[in-house]
């Protein structure tokens, strides 16, 4: 049976959850449909020891500040599940776990969501998947000879699960330096950090407040036909919180340039240098998750959707949002997706 809404967010994570409280400010109907079984989004998924760039009150979503974190300046990652399974609480949203979105399609003027359990007839849909579903790793020279364990940042937990082992660790951003110095402050791990250029760390007293203030005077100057300030890019690409500046300081987050190839066990340099491996950890990054939007054949280049704000320009019923600056000035953020959600529930409110 199909059921009908005025939107259907796909996504339970904070981008979802932020759509739902604007879209109920909005007076309308809606359901979120998210895949993981629990609340929490990417969140209840990352390593053990990973913390936030802010503070707890520069990290909240629209409506609630988050609670401060007893003992911690910068709340670790179940602080923020905990966060996002009350807010979902708090407001009643209207999330179903466990739902997978395979499609969505148009449908005589609206757009048809099909999932592992049903099927919805909407006017609009937000997406709201994020990147963490699809982990990118590059296409390295040898990587399918390589006897080691390989693994991606979704699949890292703590350095307990490398005890005694040789390990490289692969990007030069935040995952990369925060896994590598995880890793090799642990004292029984031997690591070897790699990177495609030279690591940009920012100054230690940046975090995430600045760089969320960076973020706006950037969206202010372009919309106001100014030039690009460059954002968040133009100060580095790693925030030295903690552990990341202890190892650095400790020398032992000294990176070596990018290999040419993997052997069986081993990274090999153009050079005729070497190192033994045991596991290679790629902190290489993500790609949006928008498998399920294919069926409306809007990929652009880079496999973006091109977008006005969160509208895609080939469909006007859909909007994108948490991907990234292409959907919304730090949208990927919690502090920073409160605004775009807002716009977007705007937008589908003015189109009924």
């Known amino acids: 049976m199909t059921q009908h809404t005025d939107v259907v967010v796909v996504g339970g994570g904070q981008a979802g959850l932020a759509a739902g409280y604007h879209l109920r400010r909005q007076g309308l109907d809606f359901t979120v449909l998210d895949a993981d079984p629990a609340p929490g989004g990417s969140w209840q998924h990352m390593w053990d ?9 520069h990290s909240s979503l629209p409506g609630r500040f988050m609670p401060v974190q007893t003992g911690e300046t910068y709340p670790d990652a179940g602080h923020v599940v905990d966060y ?39 006017g609009a849909v937000i997406s709201a998947t994020g990147t963490w579903a699809r982990p990118f790793l590059p296409a390295v020279p040898g990587r399918s000879v390589f ?22 660790v692969v ?10 110095a995880d890793l090799a402050l642990n004292g029984n791990v ?26 706006t005077a950037r969206r202010r100057a372009l919309e106001e ?3 690009d300030t460059g954002g968040v890019a133009s100060l580095g ?28 066990d081993s990274a090999q340099w153009a050079d005729g240098s070497h190192a033994a491996a045991d596991a290679v950890m790629w902190c290489t990054g993500f790609r949006p998750a928008l498998a399920h939007l294919a069926p409306l054949n809007l990929r652009g280049p880079r496999g973006h959707i091109p977008t006005d704000g969160t509208r895609a320009l080939g469909e006007p019923r859909l909007h994108l949002l948490g991907y990234g600056d292409w959907t919304g000035p730090a949208s990927a953020t919690l502090i920073g997706v409160g605004r775009p959600a807002r716009d977007a529930a705007r937008a589908i409110a003015q189109m009924r």
């Open 84 to 122: 996002l399974t009350d807010y979902e609480k708090r407001y009643d949203l209207p999330v179903q776990h466990g739902t997978r979105v395979d499609a969505v399609r148009r449908d005589a003027g609206r757009l048809l969501v099909e999932a592992d359990t049903g099927t919805w007839r909407a």
């Open 147 to 168: 006897t080691g364990r390989q693994m991606h940042t979704v699949n890292y937990r703590s350095p307990a699960d490398f005890a005694g082992q040789r390990v490289i």
């Open 237 to 264: 690409d790693i925030v030295a919180v903690p552990p990341v500046r202890a190892a650095r300081d400790a020398g032992l987050l000294a990176a070596k340039p990018m290999f040419a190839r993997l052997s069986a």
């Open 49 to 57: 020891s990973l913390h936030l760039f802010s503070p707890a009150e």
């Open 225 to 227: 036909g100014r030039s």
């Open 190 to 215: 031997e690591v070897t950090w790699v990177t495609q250029r030279p690591p940009r760390f920012l100054a230690d007293d940046i975090d995430g407040r600045a760089l969320f203030d960076v973020a």
């Open 171 to 180: 990007g030069g951003g935040n995952s990369g330096a925060q896994i590598a």
